[in-house]
Structure formats: structure tokens, C-alpha cells
């Protein structure tokens, strides 16, 4: 019987992907384990391993091909014993199909038949009655529905739970979503106590067309956007509208921490690679970085925390999300327990994750979740800015350049290497005072960096 082969998803995220490359061709054996193919997500390129054994009769979707939906048909297997040929002509056994889309497609069959048998009206309702109703879901429950409803209707905008399911046992399917686009949407059920009033309609972004409009024509030139661009755009959207941003700065003295680490990098020992003898470790600012920040997190733990509408969420280790500058966008990999780990290992696994993220072989585990985020533009010399918090982090710390700056200490001005440090807070899950304690904390650390040792 032949076996459909689709779009898997690679991350808990993926709507869509591209099918960068084939590694196999039509007429290639495969088996369980097996590398097939290379997908290209918005951050990194996944290698697709078989999952049955066969033969490739038919590649659907080309390599090269963008924008492919996860769960589409991008080939078939033809099984032990079948002729590719039959499989991918589709003249022999119908393809294996996944039980949702099997229920789907009875459904489907089911209520074509009843209208055929059903006795014709003068004028025919524009949409069909559907013969079995969804049972009103309870409050949180998630509605009945296949993967395929529930795409569509994120799609469109449409509440999925508002939707009158025709599937079995009332399930939602494709047609009952089409259904209710068609007939302006299903809205959601008011919340209790809300106030009547409706809310104004948020302001939309300029169109494609005004915007060219303002220039003059061959003044310019279109560059489509990729995946991880739009990613990245409709994160950041909606971070600021979902998130209430409220911002700490705090000047950091780093002249012990500079001093610290010029003696650890010289106590580095030596190893013997191909390119020759290197040092076992080289840290950098942002490792210490990385570190005090963990600490602070460890210290502070009320501000270790991701906020849902039910919980607040209190994380047991500093998972560090480190922001990486990637041709088209960036991308943040996280340093794992960084609050048990020593600087030379949070360096060592740092230089590798940034150089994998470089090269989009980053896993998604790799680079999702988190409990904070660290993003460093003092190497372009940058003094302070705020950066925009990433759900589901409740904090993200903006580092500024370290710059020799006059200072008064003890009745006396002088010179010190000072570092900005912004630390933007999600108000819903960290207050006021607790954000500028764990600044304070953070700040303990970077000026105090022996502490890190221990």
C-alpha cells in the first residue's frame, strides 16, 4: 500500500516550511532512520529521517519549494513488494492517511450523500445544515476540531470554538470553518462583565500599495521577505501590543571583571587540535555576562517566571537565551542550567551554539523556551538601548559598551570603565521593586566577579 510522506512539523511552533533539498531521488530505496530531505524553518535547517520503509515512487513537492504547510503531501513510498510505478500513479491501493484526515474526509462523504438523497428545495439555504452539533465547549476546554480546522481558522481570524461542527460526535472540520468565513465569521463568546461597549478597531498598517505610492516609481527595488523575517516581525508585534514593557538602567563598573578575566584567559591551558596548539578557553565579557545573569536570576527567584493567563510560571534553573546577529534576522540559542555551569563551559558551549546558529543547524530545542534573555550591542559601541521582551521571558537584559567614564569616589573624581545595563520587564509578572532587585543583583555580581568562581 503506498505511504504518504508530509511536511512534518519541527518545531511546536511550524505552520510552514521549505523544502530545501532532496536527498534521495524517485526509484531509491529507504528505510527507518534514513535522511530524506532538508527543511529550511524560519531559524534553522532540519535534516527529515524516513519513518517506513520503501520505495520513493513520486516526489510532489519539489526541492526549492517555499512556504509548504506542514502536514501537506510532499511524496510517497511505495510499500514492500508494490510497484512504484502503481504507487505514484495512484492505480493501486489508496495512499495511508493519518485518522483525522480519514474521519475528515468520512464526513465529508457522508453529508455529500445525504444532500443527494435529501429532496430539492425551490431555493437552497446557502449553507448546508450540518447533522451533528458541537457541544458547547467549557470554559478552556479546547474545542473538538481537526489540525486542518484549526489552521484554517487561525488563518482567517475565525474563533475556532465558535464554529458548528458537522464531524462526527460534532467534530469541526475544513467545510464548517469555510462555512463560517464565508458567513462573516464566528465571533467569541463574550466575556462575562465585560462592558457592551465595543472596543475601537486597532489601527492597521499601510497598505502594500500606499506605501509604494510614496516613492517614485524605479526609485526602489522589492526584496520579498524571508521565513524568519516575517518570524521575527510578528513576534515583535506581538510582544509590544500583548506584553506592558517597563524599563531599569543601571551603570555597572567593570574594571575587577576586565582585570578577572585577563588572568583567567592567561591560566588558560593549551590543547592540540589539527589547526595547531589553542587555548582550552578564551572568555569574553558576554560569558561573564551571561553568568552574572543566571546568578541574579538564581538569587532572585520571583523574577525567574513566565506569565499565562492562568499561572505564573516560577522556572528551577537560568536558562540564558543569548541574542545571535544571522544574515536575514537573528536568532537566540540558550545556555542551558547556566547558573551550575562555569565560565569556561558557558564560553566554550556559547562559541558553539553561535557558530551552529550561524549556519542554521541549530535544533529547535536550542534555541526555544528560555527563562531570560541577554542581548549585547556594546561591540558596535553602543551606549544603552532597550531591547523588547520575548515571550514567554518575563526579562530581557540590553547590554551597553564598556567605556572609560569619570566618576566620584569618595569626594573624588575618577576614572572607571562603565557599562549601561537596561533591564526591560514584562510589569504583569515582575513589579517594579523586583525588577531593580534583580538589577541590583546582577549589578552585585559584574562588580564583585570572584563570585562567579564559586
Not at 483525522?100 to 457522508?110: G, I, N, R, S
Not at 506569565?307 to 544571522?326: E, F, L, P, Q, R
Not at 510589569?427 to 564559586?454: S, T, W, Y
Request: charged share 25%; glycine share 8%.
Amino acid at each position: 500500500m503506498p505511504i504518504n510522506i508530509t511536511m512534518p512539523a519541527l518545531s511546536p511552533t511550524m505552520e510552514e516550511g521549505n523544502l530545501s533539498k532532496w536527498l534521495v531521488k524517485e526509484g531509491d530505496k529507504v528505510g527507518p532512520g534514513d535522511v530524506i530531505a532538508e527543511i529550511e524553518t524560519d531559524k534553522a535547517t532540519m535534516e527529515v529521517e524516513a519513518v517506513d520503509e520503501g520505495t520513493v515512487a513520486k516526489i510532489v513537492v519539489p526541492a526549492g519549494t517555499e512556504g509548504v504547510k506542514v502536514n501537506a503531501l510532499i511524496a510517497i513510498l511505495a510499500g514492500e513488494g508494490e510497484d512504484a510505478a502503481t504507487a505514484a500513479k495512484g492505480d493501486g491501493a489508496a495512499p495511508k492517511a493519518s485518522a483525522p484526515q480519514k474521519e475528515e474526509a468520512k464526513a465529508e462523504a457522508v453529508q455529500a450523500a445525504a444532500k443527494s438523497d435529501a429532496p430539492k428545495a425551490e431555493a437552497a439555504p446557502a449553507v448546508a445544515t450540518p447533522t451533528a452539533s458541537a457541544a458547547p465547549a467549557k470554559s478552556g476546554d479546547r474545542p473538538f476540531s481537526s489540525p486542518l480546522a484549526r489552521r484554517i481558522a487561525k488563518d482567517a481570524g475565525i474563533e475556532i470554538a465558535g464554529v458548528t461542527g458537522s464531524g462526527p460526535h460534532g467534530r469541526i472540520i475544513k467545510k464548517d470553518v469555510e462555512a463560517a468565513i464565508a458567513g462573516g465569521g464566528a465571533k467569541a463568546a463574550p466575556v462575562v462583565g465585560a462592558p457592551a461597549a465595543a472596543a475601537p478597531a486597532a489601527a492597521k498598517p499601510m497598505s502594500d500599495d500606499a506605501v509604494l505610492k510614496l516613492f517614485a516609481e524605479g526609485s526602489y527595488e522589492l526584496v520579498p521577505h524571508d521565513g524568519m523575517r516575517k518570524t521575527i516581525a510578528k513576534r515583535l508585534v506581538e510582544a509590544k501590543s500583548t506584553i506592558p514593557h517597563f524599563y531599569l538602567t543601571l551603570d555597572c563598573e567593570l574594571d575587577a571583571l576586565l582585570a578577572l578575566r585577563a588572568q583567567i584567559n592567561s591560566a588558560s591551558p593549551m590543547r592540540k587540535t589539527e589547526k595547531g596548539d589553542v587555548p582550552a578557553y578564551k572568555l569574553s565579557v558576554n560569558d561573564m555576562i551571561i553568568k552574572a545573569m543566571a546568578l541574579a536570576l538564581r538569587d532572585v527567584p520571583e523574577a525567574n517566571v513566565s506569565w499565562t493567563d492562568a499561572n505564573m510560571v516560577k522556572h528551577k534553573h537560568s536558562d540564558v537565551g543569548v541574542a545571535v546577529s544571522i544574515p536575514g534576522g537573528l536568532i537566540t540559542p540558550i545556555i542551558r542550567n547556566a547558573e551550575e555551569k562555569t565560565l569556561s563551559t558557558i564560553s566554550n558551549e556559547m562559541k558553539d551554539l553561535a557558530k551552529r546558529a550561524r549556519d542554521r543547524k541549530l535544533k529547535p530545542e536550542e534555541y526555544q523556551g528560555g527563562t531570560t534573555a541577554v542581548s549585547n550591542l556594546g561591540m558596535f559601541g553602543v551606549k544603552d538601548f532597550a531591547a523588547i521582551v520575548n515571550p514567554p521571558h518575563a526579562t530581557i537584559l540590553a547590554i551597553g559598551a564598556g567605556e572609560e567614564r569619570a566618576v566620584v569616589k569618595n569626594g573624588e573624581i575618577k576614572i572607571a570603565t562603565i557599562m549601561s545595563i537596561t533591564l526591560s520587564t514584562d510589569h504583569r509578572a515582575v513589579d517594579g521593586a523586583l525588577g531593580a532587585e534583580l538589577a541590583q543583583a546582577f549589578k552585585r555580581h559584574i562588580e564583585n566577579p570572584m563570585g562567579m568562581l564559586v
